[in-house]
């Protein structure tokens, strides 16, 4: 407010300086020199300043960024002006006092309007009363904005206005507050419509005929702006972005918030942390995961896991990346909270259809997690409270607009609970912690380094001598060089490790100490050219280095006879060469495809087992073994993977998408549990296990109402996976020397029609989704000496054909909101006793098909509340509640279905994990 | 003020986390394929060889399993012999020694009376190393838990298989030392031989006990747990005894059990295994997809009994008694017959009136003064020391 008046006063007082010393205007003009190329105006006005004698009053905000060339010999004063301020809506006047003011528009006439001093007048008496509303607070942030907004932009060189063709404006989208990149901005001009997305690093490109335009720029949670431009050539722009802080007053409805019918993926779904905390999640720790879980299409087989079935694809099919690391453990706590710390988290994007072609390696999705940046202006963070875990994260420069970082910690405190249970108990012991540091450097204006550390550790014993230990490593370094505004590169390199280990020591003869661990190293370079505004390419390589540790079995203690048993290093090689070029062909056509090289290589040392040919793997049909040395080429697979999508617009608010992919995986989980257990293994393709692949195709339906504020689509999908590993009946998975003669080759088809309407904006947020699909494996391998259920067609253990979920947010003030979550689906498939017998004393159970039976129907509502203390923006903490119930119904919804015998007798039990509504309480505050 | 909040948040832990939610279910389906045969039993030269066949029932069957009766059973060694095995009723066969060595190999032929003939698949005659000895620990909360003991000088035997029986000695509440004659409508003194007060229980294993030494570097089993006697409880009232039965197994005999273990014992918790099907060495010749149950194996028996007496374990703590207190009966026969003839009440002993002539008997009812009626049976086993 202040600084308005002060501009204000300041403006006058030229004016009245200007009008009260009335000269003549100098007869003699004087003559002028200037050469200047590519040069801001500032620069030119000040060399004319000094050449002509006349002095220049001006607003500089209506001239930094213009450049221009000008070449003049020995010209009057005028002629130069107007050269300077041709092509732009700048104008000048000069004065008889050798003043020269320019303006934008309308030039600036001597004499004052009629009602100038009332004008005047009023303004000086709000400024007075001083009253400082909320409006009037915003207000006072105004000018700046609207200063940025109107001013004319010019890029490039003004002589090449009149060259054909298009132009390339690139630069970075940020937070104006933190300095963090803003991912998924919409960038665009209306008049032609064009627009472009910005990238995880905020980074846009866009394409754009010479001329004036308005820039719109559009995210959700900041306040939309635009940019006034006048191109001629090819610029940089650097934009940033107000956060959303409160919008008291409007809800901007606009056209480009369309991004689901203009992108170009489909089955594409991105959720940003801010929707995460919302949702309601059991002991109020916001987790990514569970949030993940209700997008349609994605499953699980129950509460205990974090595992994820996307289109039907088992658990480990999913790529989980966390800034580009892998994450091969995503669960904490025996699945009860997932391995990401909320805190550092900024958005998941989950990939289940048109998986671009710089991922590979799984067959599902791919689950790409990126963290945020941290504060580049001031040191904050933020800590939480729940009834099981704590979590602390501060972030903040370590130089100023250039390096942050983000530290971030989570942790459990349920030991002292379980010392605190009955005797039973009382040994019983869990916990877990993650450690999440990031930073970011930025080093000019071209390159930028992100260094992203994580550490996850969890140990767990339930009241016997067996511990429990499993945990994740990651380190990864990225690098961005933009070479020009048409091409930037991303390479990354780093080191993730996933081990876990079982010790016991309850019997001290076999007192025993189990550990695996996988070892990847992997480089990656990715490019990304914008040729123009019709294709834009995107090429790289990436080679990843494994070496897995399978299995290692050591005596623990001196008294213990357990004889040493280590599996052999298995060490490999994956590489993938890709191409992707989209083309918007028109307006309404473009097209995506993609090509992706992936080679496999199975490296020595090693010894491989050879079987009979022709014959089931087994200990029966076992010949010889072959020795490879080191570095040996033992088995090379290779395969090139397509990656085609199309998109047509048909109206403004409805387009249909269609894609079709191929992928090739190479690592494989074994589990014969129903939730990913912490003991699973995992297991490379070797000569006998061979690269499990797949290719789905997809047609999508979208269609936005209500001014694009509800977005509506339809996708359905039909899926094939080929070798899919199952194991046989009674297979040992760990420590097993021959692990091909337990393990079974699978095919698999999964289809579905997945419906999602979506309304993110509004006092009334949220989305539904029903899925119909079915997954159905089919073990036919000639090979195996054993056939699952006769051959035939069977449910996967995650086959829920209909799942309907409802996640929404009601926001009552800008302090109040209370959301709901609700989720039906059908129960999973159990194998279920076909009879019984007596042996060994006892009646028991008798099994045959698998999956033949279903679990009762799940149901669940969770609901919390969100209190927010007061919005004062300058306060030391800011903090808030969060209060919930998880399964408000209570319902006892069925985890498993078991029969067990018990002293002689079979009994069948119904086992839930969460019987009873949980209730919760988390505390939270930012600083 | 802490004490409420650590009991609230303890509240909340348990509700959570360690009180899952288990409910009786009952399975609305229908279950289909039963019938199939069922044997279970190994052979053995150095004792009885015993096959028990009998079928599978539904699964909603009211744990009645159909014994198969009248089928004819025999083992076959390799080297022509031929050992059938007799049968002793309720679906039980018998042997009670056949002289087998371990460099033949053994198989069981089953011919069934519907017409099937079922053939298992040659196994090895293992030697079954002796057991080293029977023990046990005591701790107040726990009770006692038994473990076995063995090794194998030769290394050889890796694969365990073990069952029990229990036997312990306990009494009836009160001593009747007098019997109701029912014709005669009198009290008479009860001889010894028609003693109701000590009985001998007998329980037999219920789970499957297997062990394996492939992961040492010694064939060494140690402390293998079998039972576990809960503290305080009538096994340990006065004197208890285990035999325990050790067997030999192949690596596929006890891949089968072990399998057989996971899918009927094991199951229930978040992380463990599913179900599979179970597939054993027996199949049926007449028809060869139709599915056997059992597994047969073959090798020597070694059998220990260790006793414990209560004497061992000071502190344990149990005590039976009867819930209703004594009742006088009067000598008249109208108190007789409406007491020990309709009432089932038993007499215990003689009551006498204050420095007088008897006036009654002291009885009870019957469950307080027979242990018969809690399972046992009053004849001492030959083995029992005194």
Known sequence: MNRTIYYRSLIIACLLFAINRVHAQNDRQPLITVHFKDTSMAVILKEVELQSGHQFYYDTADLDTTRLSIQEDQQPLEKVLGEIFSGTDLSYFIDRQQHIFISKGEPVHEGLPADFFERTVVNRDTARTGVSTRDDLEEASKPQVATLENKLYVIGDKSTADLPGVINLAGFVRDAKTGEPVV??????????????????????????????ILNI???????????????????????????????????????????????????????????????????????????????????????????????????????????????????????????????????????????????????????????????????????????????????????????????????????????????????????????????????????????????????????????????????VKWKHIFNNKIYSVVAGGYDKYQYNISSTENPVNAYRLGFDINQLYFKAHFNYFLNANHTFEFGLSTLRYKLHPGSYQPEGKPSLVAPDVLQPEQALESALYLSDKYTISNALSVEGGIRYSLYNYLGPSVVNNYAPGQPYSTGTFIDSTRYGAGANIKT??????????????????????????????????????????????????????????????????????????????????????????????????????????????????????????????????????????????????????????????PANYD???????????????????????????????????????????????????????????????????????????????????????????????????????????????????????????????? | MTRIIRSILLFFFLVVFLWRCKEKYVSPYKSTGTGYLVVEGYITGNGPTQFTLSRTVDLSGNGVIPPETKASVQVEGDDNSVFPLTEQGNGIYVRSSMGLNTTTKYRLRIKTSDGKEYLSDAVMYKKTPAIDSVSWTYNGTEGIKLYVNTHDPANATHYYLWQYNETWQYTAPEQSLYKYLRNQNEVVYRPYSEQIYTCWKNAASTKLFLGNSTK???????????????????????????????????????????????????????????????????????????????????????????????????????????????????????????????????????????????????????????????GGTTTKPDYWPN
């Open chain 1, 218 to 476: 559009q995210s959700i949670g900041m306040r939309d702006t635009r940019r006034l431009l006048l191109v001629y050539g090819d610029g940089k722009m650097n934009i940033d972005l107000q956060t959303q802080v409160l919008t008291l007053k409007k809800v901007t409805v606009s056209a480009e918030k369309a991004s689901n019918i203009r992108r170009m993926e489909m089955g594409v779904q991105k959720i940003d942390i801010k929707t995460i905390k919302q949702v309601p999640v059991v002991f109020g720790e916001a987790d990514v995961l569970r949030v993940v879980m209700t997008l349609p299409g994605v499953k699980t087989v129950g509460e205990a896991s974090t595992g994820l079935n996307v289109r039907g694809g088992s658990a480990d099919q999913n790529l989980v990346l966390f800034n580009d690391a892998t994450i091969y453990n995503t669960a904490h706590f025996f699945g009860l909270f997932s391995a990401f710390n909320p805190e550092v988290v900024k958005d998941v994007e989950l990939y289940k259809s048109s998986i671009p072609a710089r991922f590979g390696g799984r067959l599902s999705s791919v689950l790409d997690i990126s963290s945020r940046e941290g504060n580049k202006k001031n040191i904050t963070g933020s800590a939480g409270i729940g009834l099981l875990t704590s979590r602390l994260n501060i972030e903040g420069p370590l130089v100023k607009d250039k390096t942050s970082f983000i530290l971030g910690g989570r942790t459990t405190y349920a030991n002292w609970l379980l010392a605190n249970l009955p005797d039973q108990y009382k040994h019983s012991r869990a916990s877990f912690y993650d450690l999440n540091l990031n930073i970011s450097h930025a080093m000019g204006k071209k390159d930028n380094l992100y260094f992203t550390g994580y550490l996850s550790q969890d140990h767990f014993n339930l009241n016997n001598d067996t511990t429990y230990g499993y945990g994740n490593r990651n380190i990864s």
């Open chain 2, 216 to 374: 040492l570097t010694q064939d060494v089993i140690y402390l293998q747990q079998l039972d576990q006697i809960p503290a305080n409880t009538q096994p340990l009232g006065i004197l208890f005894s285990i035999l325990v039965n050790q067997y030999a197994l192949t690596e596929d005999g006890y891949n089968f059990l072990t399998l057989m273990q996971k899918n009927t014992e094991s199951l229930g918790s978040i992380f463990d295994a599913q179900p599979s099907a179970l597939r054993g060495n027996i199949h049926c010749l007449t028809n060869p997809s139709e599915q056997v149950i059992g597994f047969v194996s073959a090798g020597t028996l070694e059998q220990k009994r260790l006793f414990i007496y209560r004497s061992q374990v000071p502190d344990w703590r149990y005590y039976t008694s009867c819930s209703l207190k004594d009742t006088l009966v009067g000598l008249d026969s109208a108190s007789l017959i409406q007491f020990f003839a309709q009432q089932s009440y038993i007499p215990l002993e003689q009551h006498y009136a204050r420095g007088g002539p008897p006036d009654g008997w002291t009885s009870n009812v019957i469950s307080c003064a027979d242990c018969r009626l809690q």
């Open chain 1, 800 to 927: 829920k054909p209909h799942d309907v979920t409802f996640v929404g947010n009601y926001r009552f003030t800008h302090r109040f909101s209370i959301s709901l979550n609700a989720t039906y689906s059908t129960g999973r498939p159990i194998t279920l006793p076909i009879g019984v017998f007596y042996y060994a004393g006892s009646y028991r159970t008798l099994y045959a098909d698998r999956n033949a039976y279903r679990i009762p129907d799940y149901f669940r509502t969770d609901l919390s509340m969100n209190i927010d203390g007061n919005h004062k923006v300058h306060q030391l903490t800011h903090n808030s509640w969060t209060i919930g119930v998880y399964n408000l119904t209570g319902r006892k919804n069925p985890y498993s279905v078991y029969y067990v015998s018990e002293g002689g007798a079979v009994n069948g039990y119904k086992l839930s994990i969460f019987g009873s509504a949980i209730p919760y309480v988390n505390y939270n505050i930012r600083f």
């Open chain 1, 184 to 213: 998924g901005a919409s960038i665009y001009i209306d008049k032609p419509r064009i627009g472009v997305a910005s990238d995880q690093y905020g980074y846009y490109s866009i394409s754009l005929p010479r001329g004036r335009h």
């Open chain 1, 637 to 794: 697979y290779g395969k090139p993977e397509f990656r085609l999508s199309a998109r047509y617009i048909l109206t403004e608010n409805l387009s249909i998408k269609a894609g079709y992919n191929t992928q090739q995986q190479y690592i494989h989980a074994l589990s014969n549990t129903t939730a990913m257990a912490p003991t699973d293994i995992w297991k490379l393709s070797d000569p006998h296990i061979k690269p499990q692949s797949g290719d789905q195709v997809s047609l999508g339906l979208y269609r936005n109402f209500k001014s694009n504020t509800i977005e509506t689509s339809v996708e359905v999908y039909y899926k094939r996976i080929r070798n899919f590993l199952d194991y046989s009946s009674g297979a040992q998975l760990i420590l097993n020397h021959h692990i091909e003669t337990d393990v079974l080759n699978t095919q698999g088809k999964a289809y579905g029609v997945e419906l999602l309407i979506k309304k993110l904006t509004g006092k009334f947020n949220g989305w539904f989704s029903y899925t119909y699909s079915r997954t159905l494996l089919r073990q036919d391998d000639p090979n195996a000496g054993e056939i699952i259920n006769h051959g035939e067609y069977y």
